[in-house]
């Protein structure tokens, strides 16, 4: 256990679905991030929050939607997805100043 | 922009033996943190290894070491004693100096999946 909760562990939605991603983290950390991981890719960055103020959008399209209501909770809202948007998505904490990012687990999404 | 290459995309080691797993990344930054990070069939990802990069000093974390060539932009992981639980996809990330938000941007490579056999 790394102190960061992802929900749900599994998410299978169709093009035209509204659903949403959860995830929370209770170590204090002040900075917030959400990566795309596809097969034999690298881990891209999509958003970054710094406390509840969105400091990166890595040129991600409008059907993900980021929303970070306190420095602990991170939502991706998602809507008229692609099957091209099946991935990995994962949630990462990290304190400001030194130290590593913190994973959770991950959402596995299937869009069909 | 930083980038961030693993030219290995699997590895195979026998139990027990070692294994070395390569990283290089490129930047024009003097001031980084760079990872290894372990990522198991459960998905979550561990870190495995940090290495300031102000620090000759190569980091060691018990059967965990690298091998930091600042000069080379090489960082490389080598594990020890291999054991069957070190089966997973390795990822070698970059975290650049912070932005002016505080916040930092960590870019990571491809991974390298190790198999451990018995």
């Known amino acids: 256990e790394t102190g960061v909760t992802q929900t749900p562990r599994h998410l299978v939605m169709g093009m035209t679905n509204k659903k949403s991603l959860k995830c929370e983290q209770h170590?204090?950390?002040?900075?917030m991030y959400w990566y795309k991981q596809s097969a034999k890719k690298p881990l891209e960055l999509m958003f970054v929050?710094?406390?509840?103020?969105?400091?990166e959008n890595n040129s991600v399209p409008s059907r993900f939607s980021p929303e970070c209501p306190n420095s602990s909770h991170l939502f991706l809202h998602l809507h008229t997805l692609q099957p091209e948007d099946s991935a990995l998505y994962l949630c990462?904490?990290?304190?400001?100043?030194?130290?590593?990012?913190?994973f959770g687990q991950g959402t596995r999404l299937t869009v069909v | 922009a930083q980038t961030v290459t693993q030219s290995q995309p699997e590895m195979s080691v026998q139990e027990a033996e070692t294994v070395t797993l390569s990283c290089t990344y490129d930047?024009?930054?003097?001031?980084?943190?760079l990872f290894w990070y372990k990522q198991p069939p459960s998905r979550q990802m561990i870190l495995v290894i940090r290495?300031?990069?102000?620090?000759?000093q190569n980091a060691t974390e018990n059967r965990f070491s690298v091998n930091f060539q600042k000069a080379a932009k090489s960082f490389s992981l080598k594990i020890s004693d291999s054991q069957l639980g070190d089966a997973a996809m390795y990822f070698c990330?970059?975290?650049?100096?912070?932005?002016?938000?505080?916040?930092?941007?960590?870019?990571f490579g491809t991974g390298t999946r190790l198999k451990v056999l018995a």
């Open positions: 990462a904490s990290s304190p400001l100043g030194t130290g590593e990012a913190f």
């Open positions: 170590l204090g950390h002040n900075a």
């Open positions: 929050y710094n406390f509840k103020e969105q400091t």
């Open positions: 930047t024009s930054e003097s001031d980084y943190y």
């Open positions: 290495q300031e990069a102000y620090k000759q």
């Open positions: 990330a970059y975290r650049s100096a912070p932005y002016a938000s505080g916040t930092y941007k960590y870019i």
